[in-house]
């Protein structure tokens, strides 16, 4: 087909602008745990969809898309607008098994906005608490990314389960020969294939965990883990739409359950919401510049003009203060109970197409397929999470 050099004009315009776009959200987050590990994935979505085209996204994408916007004028994806936060670790775990957790806590997730990512990010150090089941894994978290959709929230977690990492990059041998190179992706050429730590706990192997609840029936939809193996990740997913085979699926399943305190503590992250809400007289609001704000000018000239919503010179994040917080430093609870969905689950769409809910309402980018007859008879015991703090 023929193009006219004016459609040629506006492509090549839309490409640039696609470009500085995401130029300048690589630099406007608050600088924190969860607004990075977001941006990593934004990153690699747009690089997917300009190298290698709209049907290259890795699975992760059927619980990450719902953090971005798909512009279909410029091709590309843009940031939902997100709130910052900060705790502590210790007050919130003294909030969660404490008197004053409301009946319905998790109905306190409506509190946040539909379509804006709320970002919570611990002040203490992510080792301070390490939690675990009867699976026997210990594990502790940094923070959670959540988005509201209806009555969905998608959480995107980030922690990292203890190890000796001295000799846990053994574990990588030989894992080349049971992977399978995908398309022309390739690892950065600065990765190192390691056992990757999670910053500021060096003790714990890192680790990336995706979930989506529905809140309003008390349902986990989809599993995601992956541990950060320095130039990749390795992950595990039980999400209908990936499609496994059946031997594949149970051993993801097996590895999913063998890390369930994952879960357990996105289960307990659900309760963020309600804990800054009771909270909220504590609560200070501090300005954080981003890198965009010191940027020099010659810097600002490669990624401007600064005119839209992208252009976000500080951010303002919402911080508990917390006096003489951990009362609570050894026991355990229960985390907020939930259902394996068994009515049917999301098929990945191309972001321009639309589908339709449970509902039959159009929704865009997915469609609701009905009961996945794999994930009947599989309820989810509930599960009592042990604490332990080490500092």
């Not at 541990?227 to 999913?256: F, H, R």
């Not at 994040?317 to 609870?333: D, F, K, L, W």
């Not at 985390?335 to 197409?353: I, S, Y």
């Amino acid at each position: 087909m023929l193009t006219t050099p004016v459609i040629s004009s506006t492509a090549r315009a839309n490409i640039r602008t696609a470009q500085l776009l995401h130029n300048q959200v690589m630099e406007n987050g608050a600088g924190m745990p969860m607004d990075a590990t977001l941006r990593s994935y934004y990153n690699e979505y747009c690089s997917r969809i300009w190298n290698l085209g709209i049907d290259s996204f890795p699975t992760s994408f059927n619980v990450m898309e719902a953090f971005f916007r798909y512009d279909a004028t410029l091709g590309t994806f843009r940031m939902l607008p997100e709130k910052d936060h900060q705790f502590s670790g210790l007050d919130f775990l003294d909030f969660v098994t404490g008197p004053d957790v409301p009946a319905e806590p998790l109905l306190e997730t409506f509190r946040m906005k539909e379509g804006e990512v709320y970002n919570y990010n611990r002040s203490d150090a992510p080792d301070d608490i390490l939690f675990k089941t009867e699976e026997g894994e210990e594990f502790g978290f940094a923070g959670a990314s959540m988005v509201r959709r209806g009555d969905e929230v998608s959480v995107l977690m980030l922690g990292g389960i203890k190890e000796d990492m001295a000799t846990a990059g053994d574990q990588l041998e030989g894992l080349d020969q049971h992977r399978q190179k995908i398309r022309d992706i390739t690892p950065a050429p600065n990765r190192v294939r390691q056992a990757e730590p999670l910053d500021g706990a060096p003790g714990l192997w890192k680790h990336v965990a995706m979930m989506r609840f529905n809140i309003k029936e008390r349902t986990l939809q989809i599993r995601y883990i992956y541990k950060d193996i320095g130039d990749s990740y390795l992950g595990w997913m039980d999400d209908p739409d990936c499609q496994l085979d059946e031997k594949t699926l149970a051993s993801n399943v097996e590895n999913l359950d063998k890390r369930a305190v994952i879960f357990e503590i996105g289960k307990t992250c659900l309760l963020l919401p309600a804990y800054f809400w009771f909270k909220r007289e504590k609560v200070t609001n501090r300005r954080q510049n981003t890198r965009l704000f010191g940027l020099g000018s010659h810097q600002r000239r490669k990624i401007g003009p600064f005119s839209g919503p992208e252009s976000i010179f500080f951010r303002m994040v919402e911080a508990v203060v917390s006096i003489n917080p951990g009362r609570a430093t050894s026991g355990s609870y229960t985390a907020p109970a939930f259902q394996v969905e068994v009515n049917g689950f999301w098929r990945r769409l191309k972001p321009d197409q639309t589908g339709h809910d449970p509902e039959g309402n159009a929704v865009e980018g997915r469609t609701w397929v009905k009961a996945h007859s794999r994930w009947q008879d599989n309820p989810i015991a509930p599960k009592t999470i042990w604490v332990k703090k080490t500092q």
